[in-house]
């Protein structure tokens, strides 16, 4: 899923050729789909092993500005303070987490009629759980919360229930900074559904070909919990191996 909803051009321009590059030193046969996501989500290639067909879909992807994306060097609201501009940034991020939350639930219930265990590389941006700003009330300065997470979240047990794991794959490269708030999001999505999110790396073409092979090996557990455990609450799950160098994944 390329997401130019959530990611300037340039960096959708970056992500494309370095999927291009990936797919020319790929020697893997997995079936692939290849979507787009701007106000809507689009299929540019339906599922195939055709790496022909793939580059062509991806090569023929085209850069798009998102109404969403209005801070940036270029943006309508770069450099505006006041309630107003904050209420506009606050609209775009709620229209962001509600269109890439649809887009997620889309693909969920798309996918979860494939068999087995399966992956959204999602190269994306991505956009912060919780927003924070200072608005002017009768001349007083207050702080205004808004929580983005509960579309987000909804969509990921939509994600869990049909087996499908998060990889977030950053295309900013090293000049997304740790402190970014985008890249908790990445953390927390990936984290929830078994994935792995990539960030502050050059090398986006590496870090795809690593999302595909994180599965190579792959574990079904199952258990039925006894009925006096059955409360009506969630409960986190927690997996552990015996071997002291394994990283293990999972839905929690």
């Known amino acids: ?19 291009l590059k990936y797919l020319d ?8 789909s290849v979507l787009a996501l701007d106000i809507t989500l689009k299929t540019l290639q339906e599922t195939t092993d055709d790496h022909d067909l793939l580059r062509k879909a991806i090569d023929g992807y085209h850069m798009v500005q998102s109404f969403s994306l209005q801070d940036g060097q270029y943006g309508l609201l ?8 904050n209420a506009m940034r606050a609209a775009n991020l709620q229209r962001q987490a509600d269109i890439t939350s649809a887009a997620f639930a889309t693909i969920a219930r798309y996918m979860s009629g494939l068999p087995g265990r399966k992956k ?5 941006a991505a956009l912060p759980l919780t927003f924070t700003q200072e608005n002017e009330r009768n001349r007083q300065t207050m702080t205004e919360f808004t929580n983005l997470s509960p ?8 994600m869990n229930d049909a087996n499908v794991a998060i990889y977030p794959i950053d295309p ?14 990445m953390n927390q999505l ?15 073409a590496g870090r795809i070909e690593q999302a595909f092979a994180d599965t190579d090996l792959t574990y079904t557990l199952g258990f039925y919990p006894a009925d006096s455990a059955t409360d009506g609450l969630v409960h986190s799950l927690s997996v552990r191996v015996n071997l002291a160098d394994a990283d293990v994944r999972y839905r929690q």
């Open 78 to 85: 770069s450099g505006l303070t006041g309630n107003g501009a």
């Open 120 to 124: 959204l590389i999602w190269i994306s």
């Open 190 to 204: 990936a984290q929830r559904t078994g994935g792995k999110a990539f960030y502050v790396d050059n090398d986006v």
């Open 25 to 32: 030193r790929a020697s893997r046969n997995e079936l692939v």
């Open 172 to 185: 900013r490269g090293v000049i997304a900074g740790l402190m970014d708030p985008n890249l908790g999001t």
């Open 151 to 158: 579309p987000l979240f909804t969509a990921v047990k939509m």
């Open 1 to 19: 899923l390329i997401d130019g909803l959530n990611t300037y051009p340039e960096d959708q321009g970056y992500a494309r050729l370095q999927a």
